[in-house]
């Protein structure tokens, strides 16, 4: 957060100067000349002496390659590397190239700081890009980051390319190896715990689903408890895993493993978000797209919420890590919050850039990565949006179905 | 009658061919390490990034010119008060066109682009529009570039105890600017 007036002044003009791309090319001077002048680029720069006055050659960005981060492969210290995978470029697009409108003026940010599943397609393959680190994935499959561990990612990795699709939640090691946890037929990886050292999934075997606790360390089930068919997941905190056995039904359960489940009380048909990083939780509106009430609660007691905050007139909203920092999205708009003032903050996006379903990706307490889909042809953008000073970049452009670009969280 | 041929150079400088091999590939490379810095300090002053694109490439046309004035030892200084005049000629140029025709882009101090900045940076950009070129040039040079008085001073053209008055002067101004916007 920026105070004093010099503060704010550095800050604005910086970021005003950033809008202005790192990699714009000059006019007259080829890309791949950029970093390595040659005779060759002074072509552009003679001819417009030559008219000097009249110089008025107006470049564009007409189009360029996507840095996701260093192409190197080197895993941190301790953890094994991974092979060598070539980078699959994601096109950018002109402004007013595309028909996103305003949204292709936007220029581009630094890559995102979230582990990126990178695929050719959806068919799968590709890699892992987090930091400079890109990790190449089976072809075939894909794979969706939940939580970074040491050494590598737990998700869920998902066979593409056959009518019966199998899902298996495990560890992706830095060096590309994936490890299921057990031989079970069907398990969905729901999210890490608060340390980081265990993961609840859900498994099913022979009609019975029941939510499980494993050790990360050797895929050790834990405890577990039973659930329904259609589990909804709200989160893991120190309070405990919260989560409904039936989304239909609109009940929320408080599990701690080793304790039976009990019912949570004052959801009323919404939906609970519970972030593993902060005790500070989220109720949304149960149905999508229906604007009502999100508020920012605590556990007070053993199964009571009491209420922080709330914010009117939202379809979903996500809570930063830490908790300070909340991000609505609804009919009129996304607007940033600062729970503990109870106050918005700089940001407001207008309506309709953000997704009634898609409150995105927290990169740190103030970043947000949102995908957008924009009419008429539903091109998908991905943005970074900071919501608490304001303000949004493009982080890629993701033409139509390929490559394909799966965020997965930190 | 044999016509003698005078040389117009400094005596002892490199033959013509080899200058202009020396000018190409330091311009060049000046051209290659520097032209988003010079976009971005235009864009500063004039808002809209086509007319920041037109200033810089204005100076390094300028720069390629009167490379042999200038020297490499100060082709940056020579480069940025090369974008701040063009700035400020372009703004003169503005303020007669606006009568006739809309600017190519909205600055982006403008409310369009405030999803991209943010209100607080918006209001900050467009409160400096409303200073004096000069106030907002050193402003510009000592609040962005992080220069030293003394290189202001250089770059524009002033002593150093002008730069500090006026860089003070700036500050008050858009201080109570800012205040009065609130």
Redesign the interface.
Known sequence: M?NT??D??????????R??????V??G?PEQ???H???G??VG??A??SV??A?????SLASGDTELGVAGSQAPPGCPSPDPVKEIALPRSAPGKAGGG?LD???FGTAASLPVTVMKDASGGGYLQDGSLRVPLRAGYQFQAVGRIQCGWIGLSTRTGTNRQRFDAGVLSTSGAFRSFGSAPKQVVLGLSPDGRQVVVVRSTAGKHRLTVLDLADGREIRSTETGAVTGFGGWNTNGIWFSPNLLEARTLLWRPGQEPVAVDGLDGHRIVVQRTTDRMLVVPGAAGQPDCVRVVTLAGANRLAEVMRACGATDGALSHDGSVLQTTGPSGSRGYLVTQNKPT?????PGVFDSDSAGSWEDDEHVLVTLSIPPRFRRVLLRC?VV?????RVHDIPDDEPALLVGER | MTSKMVSLRRPGAPPLAAADDDR??T???L??EH??SM???A??MVGD??C???VA??A???I??RWEAVGEGKALAYLRSAVLNGARSALRRRKVARLYAPPAAPP??SA???????????E??AA?TTLPARRREV??LR??LHLSDADIARTLGISEVTVRSTASRA?RS??HK?EASR
């Open positions: 920026t007036p010099y704010r002044l550095t800050d604005a003009l910086a970021a005003a100067a809008t202005v791309p790192d990699d714009l000059p006019p001077l000349n950029r970093r002048p040659s005779r680029l002074l720069l003679v417009a002496a000097a006055a110089a008025l050659v107006v470049p305003w003026g936007l220029p700089r940001f407001v996006g207008p900071n000073r304001g303000g949004c970049l | 190409d590939a311009v060049s490379q051209y290659a032209w988003t976009v971005r300090l864009l500063l990034r086509p920041a694109e037109d490439q204005e390094f046309a300028g390629y010119r982006v101090w369009e682009n405030a999803v991209m900045l943010g209100e607080d940076r918006r900050v950009l400096l402003l510009v609040f962005y500050l858009l201080g800012l």
